[in-house]
C-alpha cells in the first residue's frame, strides 16, 4: 500500500472544500472586484488538482495515468460541490462556478506537470 501521505492531502483537502460551501449564508468575499468568486474557485481546485495529480502521478507513474485519475475525481468533486449546495440557503448551484472548479482541476495537473518536467 502507498503511503498515506500521498491521499490524506487530498481528502483533508476535499473535506475543507465541502465544509465551507455547506457552511449557509458565509459569502467568501477574497477579492474586491467582478469575478473573484471565480477566482476563489479557480485557486481552491487548483490546489486540488495538484494533490490528486501528485497523488496519481506517484501511485500509475505517468503523465497520462494521473490525468485519468485526477480529471474524473477532481471534475466529479467539483459537481458534487456545486450540487450540495442546492438545499442550503443562501447557497448556489452556478453552472461558472463548476467551470472555474474544472478549470482549476485541470490548471493544478498542468502546474504540477511542469513542476515535475523542470526537477528533471
Excluded at 25 to 41: I, N, P, Q, R, T
Excluded at 59 to 67: K, N, W
Aim: glycine fraction near 10%; include cysteine; proline fraction near 4%.
Amino acid at each position: 500500500m502507498k503511503s498515506p501521505s500521498l491521499w490524506v492531502p487530498v481528502a483533508v483537502w476535499a473535506a475543507i472544500i465541502l465544509v465551507v460551501s455547506s457552511l449557509p449564508g458565509v459569502e467568501v468575499d477574497y477579492f474586491s472586484f467582478d469575478w473573484g468568486d471565480k477566482l476563489a474557485h479557480l485557486g481552491e481546485y487548483t490546489v486540488l488538482g495538484i494533490l490528486l495529480a501528485r497523488m496519481f502521478w506517484v501511485y500509475r507513474g505517468r503523465a497520462a495515468s494521473a490525468a485519468a485519475g485526477s480529471l474524473p475525481l477532481g471534475i466529479g468533486l467539483a459537481a458534487v460541490d456545486e450540487l450540495h449546495q442546492i438545499p442550503i440557503q443562501n447557497r448556489y448551484c452556478e453552472w461558472g462556478d463548476f467551470l472555474f472548479d474544472g478549470a482549476g482541476v485541470v490548471l493544478g495537473l498542468a502546474v504540477y506537470g511542469l513542476s515535475r518536467k523542470a526537477r528533471k
